[in-house]
């Protein structure tokens, strides 16, 4: 396995040969004091229900637009009335937030408001995810988005997903040929988000995660969720689909992938539904023991290295309220993969980002944007939150938060009072320097390199280490031999890591 110099992540199992008295963990997200950012406070946000689809930051814009949210204020009863298809807010900080008089739409006659188009019964767009992509030779399609596409009058309609283009994020023109994929309700639903893989723009030779520059993971119906012994076996249950492109649009050479099966729930996630339903029970009108079920809803994606990312919207499925649609709670959970066949269950299934506390503006559900984004040494996941679960009922609020994590944060090696040490499998590696990202409590890390049959080798031991005590994301490995690390480099080699009190996130080699 070569490595290079991409920063490894220990979320999963792939490079670890053996742990010894450390343990992997799983680490939620921390929910910013000053939840929820962003609330319904416009004349046309009725229904006081917004949901976050896309947030972007721009490190080189100044001022308000550094950071932008792409949302989405629904009405629940529109009739034929107009009301914005999609919105927009600006911030500098991204936890102060601001909503422009863009001037796009006229809404009762006034263009002072933020939204970026127009839907009604008779035609409505909803993009439930964009993209910025700068590698895109034509400016005028640098962003783009897959949006579901339909009506309600005079007949219902699902058109399926079309694209649209950009050049700034606010002015949207479709694509002439739409739509670029059918609605069917089984491969292609309703749910669906367009992911830009950045790492496509670099790409190294071979590597299956930088094939594609754009990812769709996409709601898939399926019939055979939890295996022949659960209740639900044979019925219709959300599963998590994914579909890959190189071009957005359909031509000569390229168009989408079919909508792979990628996840589907089991059995011990309904089992697990269960419990987590019975403790979230202030937030339902529905509850009906004999329905409880996990459905897999949606998932956002975060391409990082070696791994791809899944933050999978898990909907505990709690029964149905009379005329509004099935209720239960949803909570997020990490997911992963390497060659984008095999998908791991990473955490032990444990929440990544939970619903609040009974009472709380977010004790109901929790929807995250499609990606992630890194704000220096930080993760933030913006996410939509309501007071209750996915039942539509009176009473309900939704709005949108933030939580964050460290750098590599999601998951950690960690080691108490006793020491612990985690032990690599064979890689080779390209550089001249280690880099690791750890905290210590009190306690230390200490790193030594090995050869292919775990020989310590002179000059890289435990005892030539200068221990590291404190708390860094980028901190430099540092030996007392003069020994060039770089002598190892393109060589097969093991890393062993001794811990007391700390947890280790990642490690890198560098030039």
Same mark, same amino acid.
């Given at each position: 396995?070569?490595?290079?110099?991409?920063?490894?992540?220990?979320?999963?199992?792939?490079?670890?040969?053996?742990?010894?008295?450390?343990?992997?963990?799983?680490?939620?997200?921390?929910?910013?004091?000053?939840?929820?950012?962003?609330?319904?406070?416009?004349?046309?946000?009725?229904?006081?229900?917004?949901?976050?689809?896309?947030?972007?930051?721009?490190?080189?814009?100044?001022?308000?637009?550094?950071?932008?949210?792409?949302?989405?204020?629904?009405?629940?009863?529109?009739?034929?009335?107009?009301?914005?298809?999609?919105?927009?807010?600006?911030?500098?900080?991204?936890?102060?937030?601001?909503?422009?008089?863009?001037?796009?739409?006229?809404?009762?006659?006034?263009?002072?408001?933020?939204?970026?188009?127009?839907?009604?019964?008779?035609?409505?767009?909803?993009?439930?995810?964009?993209?910025?992509?700068?590698?895109?030779?034509?400016?005028?399609?640098?962003?783009? =988005? +897959?949006?579901?596409?339909?009506? %309600? !009058?005079?007949?219902?309609?699902?058109?399926?997903? #079309?694209?649209?283009?950009?050049? &700034?994020?606010?002015?949207?023109?479709?694509?002439?040929?739409?739509?670029?994929?059918?609605?069917?309700?089984?491969?292609?639903?309703?749910?669906?988000?367009?992911?830009?893989?950045?790492?496509?723009?670099?790409?190294?030779?071979?590597?299956?995660?930088?094939?594609?520059?754009?990812?769709?993971?996409?709601?898939?119906?399926?019939?055979?969720?939890?295996?022949?012994?659960?209740?639900?076996?044979?019925?219709?249950?959300?599963?998590?689909?994914?579909?890959?492109?190189?071009?957005?649009?359909?031509?000569?050479?390229?168009?989408?992938?079919?909508?792979?099966?990628?996840?589907?729930?089991?059995?011990?996630?309904?089992?697990?539904?269960?419990?987590?339903?019975?403790?979230?029970?202030? =937030? +339902?009108?529905?509850?009906?023991? %004999? !329905?409880?079920?996990?459905?897999?809803?949606?998932? #956002?994606?975060?391409?990082?290295? &070696?791994?791809?990312?899944?933050?999978?919207?898990?909907?505990?499925?709690?029964?149905?309220?009379?005329?509004?649609?099935?209720?239960?709670?949803?909570?997020?959970?990490?997911?992963?993969?390497?060659?984008?066949?095999?998908?791991?269950?990473?955490?032990?299934?444990?929440?990544?980002?939970?619903?609040?506390?009974?009472?709380?503006?977010?004790?109901?559900?929790?929807?995250?944007?499609?990606?992630?984004?890194?704000?220096?040494?930080?993760?933030?996941?913006?996410?939509?939150?309501?007071?209750?679960?996915?039942?539509?009922?009176?009473?309900?609020?939704?709005?949108?938060?933030?939580?964050?994590?460290?750098?590599?944060?999601?998951?950690?090696?960690?080691?108490?009072?006793?020491?612990?040490? +985690?032990?690599?499998?064979?890689?080779?590696?390209?550089?001249?320097?280690?880099?690791?990202?750890?905290?210590?409590?009190?306690?230390?890390?200490?790193?030594?390199?090995?050869?292919?049959?775990?020989?310590?080798?002179?000059?890289?031991?435990?005892?030539?280490?200068?221990?590291?005590?404190?708390?860094?994301?980028?901190?430099?490995?540092?030996?007392?031999?003069?020994?060039?690390?770089?002598?190892?480099?393109?060589?097969?080699?093991?890393?062993?890591?001794?811990?007391?009190?700390?947890?280790?996130?990642?490690?890198?080699?560098?030039?």
């Amino acid at each position: 396995m070569n490595i290079g110099t991409t920063r490894q992540l220990l979320a999963d199992d792939e490079l670890i040969e053996s742990m010894n008295h450390v343990f992997q963990v799983l680490n939620p997200g921390r929910k910013h004091s000053g939840n929820p950012l962003i609330v319904a406070d416009k004349p046309w946000e009725t229904g006081d229900w917004l949901y976050a689809t896309t947030v972007l930051l721009d490190p080189a814009a100044a001022g308000k637009d550094r950071f932008r949210i792409w949302y989405y204020g629904f009405m629940e009863e529109w009739g034929d009335r107009d009301y914005p298809g999609l919105l927009l807010a600006h911030s500098e900080d991204g936890i102060h937030w601001e909503k422009p008089d863009l001037g796009l739409v006229s809404l009762n006659g006034s263009k002072a408001n933020n939204g970026l188009f127009l839907n009604n019964s008779r035609g409505w767009i909803v993009m439930e995810g964009l993209c910025y992509d700068p590698s895109d030779p034509d400016p005028s399609r640098s962003y783009k =988005a +897959l949006a579901f596409v339909g009506a %309600e !009058e005079p007949q219902v309609r699902r058109d399926g997903w #079309g694209a649209y283009f950009s050049p &700034d994020g606010l002015h949207w023109q479709p694509y002439e040929k739409n739509p670029v994929l059918k609605y069917d309700h089984v491969t292609v639903c309703e749910v669906l988000t367009t992911i830009y893989n950045e790492q496509s723009a670099n790409p190294r030779p071979g590597h299956p995660l930088d094939r594609y520059r754009y990812y769709a993971p996409a709601k898939y119906s399926s019939y055979t969720c939890g295996g022949p012994l659960s209740r639900a076996y044979g019925k219709m249950r959300r599963a998590s689909g994914l579909m890959t492109s190189s071009d957005f649009i359909p031509n000569d050479f390229t168009q989408w992938s079919p909508n792979h099966l990628i996840l589907q729930p089991d059995e011990v996630d309904d089992f697990l539904a269960g419990q987590r339903i019975m403790a979230q029970s202030p =937030a +339902l009108n529905a509850n009906h023991p %004999e !329905e409880h079920r996990a459905e897999f809803y949606e998932m #956002g994606l975060m391409p990082y290295g &070696d791994i791809l990312l899944g933050f999978l919207w898990v909907f505990d499925l709690s029964g149905d309220v009379e005329g509004k649609g099935q209720d239960g709670t949803i909570h997020v959970q990490l997911v992963g993969t390497r060659d984008l066949r095999t998908w791991k269950r990473l955490g032990e299934r444990r929440p990544l980002l939970s619903p609040g506390s009974p009472g709380d503006w977010d004790a109901g559900l929790v929807y995250p944007c499609n990606r992630p984004v890194v704000v220096g040494d930080e993760i933030r996941m913006y996410y939509s939150g309501a007071n209750r679960g996915h039942g539509w009922k009176p009473g309900v609020r939704q709005s949108i938060g933030m939580a964050s994590w460290r750098l590599d944060g999601f998951v950690s090696i960690n080691a108490s009072n006793a020491k612990g040490t +985690l032990t690599t499998k064979v890689f080779t590696f390209s550089g001249r320097k280690l880099f690791i990202n750890a905290e210590s409590a009190g306690g230390e890390v200490l790193v030594e390199m090995l050869d292919e049959s775990e020989g310590p080798i002179p000059g890289f031991t435990m005892e030539d280490c200068v221990p590291f005590r404190g708390d860094g994301v980028r901190e430099e490995v540092k030996w007392k031999s003069d020994n060039r690390l770089a002598d190892l480099a393109g060589k097969p080699v093991k890393l062993r890591f001794r811990m007391t009190r700390a947890k280790l996130y990642s490690f890198q080699f560098l030039e």
